[in-house]
């Protein structure tokens, strides 16, 4: 069982950044691919970023490319999302993700193991 908790969220003008976490419960942290997904009202959760393992591979959504930067930090069971250039249509509630499968399985929702509570990200114009 891994629990998933973000932080981080918050209101930002458009132009401006937001660096989420997500902090990992129990010691198989590694043994995960980590992610994060977005959903705003009325849509699907879609996938924004992931990294592997051991940080050798990562996605991102064509949306975010050059904007948004995912990390991992295995020491501190952590994964975080750097968001700059923040825009209105990034509004939605961010969810962190883990994956136990292998290559980019992770960019689907339906892969996913383990799920975060999300964390409220709103961009104002």
């Known amino acids: 069982q891994v629990q998933l908790v973000e932080s981080g969220g918050g209101l930002v003008q458009a132009g401006g950044s937001l660096r989420l976490a997500c902090a990992a419960s129990?010691?198989?942290?590694?043994?995960?691919?980590m992610g994060w997904f977005r959903q705003a009202p009325g849509k699907e959760r879609e996938f924004v970023a992931a990294?592997?393992?051991?940080?050798?591979?990562?996605y991102y959504a064509d949306s975010v490319k050059g904007r948004f930067t995912i990390s991992r930090d295995n020491a501190k069971n952590t994964v975080y999302l750097q968001m700059n250039s923040l825009k209105p249509d990034d509004t939605a509630v961010y969810y962190c993700?883990?994956?136990?499968?292998?290559?980019?399985?992770?960019?689907?929702?339906?892969?996913?193991?383990?799920w975060g509570q999300g964390t409220q990200v709103t961009v104002s114009s």
């Open positions: 990294i592997s393992r051991s940080a050798e591979f990562i």
């Open positions: 129990g010691r198989t942290f590694n043994s995960y691919a």
């Open positions: 993700a883990a994956n136990s499968g292998s290559g980019s399985s992770i960019r689907d929702v339906r892969n996913i193991d383990y």
